[in-house]
């Protein structure tokens, strides 16, 4: 299984505290992504990294941001967080080089109360 | 725009029959091609990919998936289904920016 960890995996917030979740691999892959899972829905792509400092918005990425200063090290913060953030995040890594698939993390289920 | 559909939301397979997974894509170029499955609680696994070449793709746990440019799909096959194959199936479709857009899912239950 490709080296990507998550933390943490379970977390339980009120609606308006900053929430920041952790991505973090031992691949030395270059791209690393951030979705949320929601029933009906599948997976959404909030932001990704295509390179340190480089990042750039996916498809649901109001409410998010995003850092990257180092190449093991994705976060995903959320600002204040809403009850409608209430989901599963996953982390995901790709070479995009020589190869193109993504793997994932284990998930992070995040509670706003 | 690019999009990935999965007709089935759910399907029921008797233990030792076939599957057929079903996912159509829409992509203005040659698309890269995923299938991945996710157990409860658990990260998504990669089934096979689809990048060229052979249009009949094999993949892990005897899963195989053909690709057909003419009516934009990528079904999921597999010849005899085992309670450990049920979970949700996902397809996906690579773009450019290495981005992935992915279907809703297929939620598989097997019974005996």
């Known amino acids: 299984d490709a080296g990507i960890t998550q933390s943490p995996r379970h977390k339980v917030t009120e609606t308006g505290t900053p929430v920041t979740l952790r991505c973090h691999q031992t691949?030395?892959?270059?791209?690393m992504y951030w979705y949320r899972q929601d029933p009906g829905h599948g997976l959404r792509l909030i932001h990704y990294?295509?390179?340190?400092?480089?990042?750039d918005k996916g498809e649901v990425s109001d409410g998010y941001s995003v850092s990257r200063s180092k190449t093991e090290d994705f976060l995903l913060t959320l600002e204040s967080a809403t009850s409608s953030q209430t989901s599963v995040y996953f982390c995901?890594?790709?070479?995009?080089?020589?190869?193109?698939?993504?793997?994932f993390g284990p998930g992070t289920r995040l509670t706003v109360t | 725009a690019q999009s990935v559909t999965q007709p089935d939301i759910h399907i029921t397979v008797s233990e030792g029959a076939s599957l057929e997974l079903r996912c159509n894509y829409s992509?203005?170029?040659?698309?890269?091609l995923f299938w991945y499955v996710q157990s409860p609680g658990q990260g998504l696994q990669l089934l096979l990919k689809?990048?060229?070449?052979?249009?009949l793709v094999q993949g892990i746990k005897g899963f195989e998936a053909e690709f057909k440019r003419s009516q934009s799909s990528f079904n999921l096959r597999k010849p005899s289904v085992h309670w450990s194959d049920a979970a949700e199936y996902f397809c996906?479709?690579?773009?450019?920016?290495?981005?992935?857009?992915f279907g809703t899912g297929t939620s598989l239950t097997v019974i005996p």
């Open positions: 995901a890594i790709s070479d995009g080089r020589t190869s193109y698939e993504q793997y």
């Open positions: 691949e030395n892959h270059r791209y």
């Open positions: 990294s295509y390179g340190v400092k480089d990042t």
């Open positions: 992509y203005g170029a040659t698309p890269y």
């Open positions: 689809y990048f060229s070449g052979d249009t």
């Open positions: 996906a479709v690579g773009a450019t920016g290495n981005q992935f857009y």
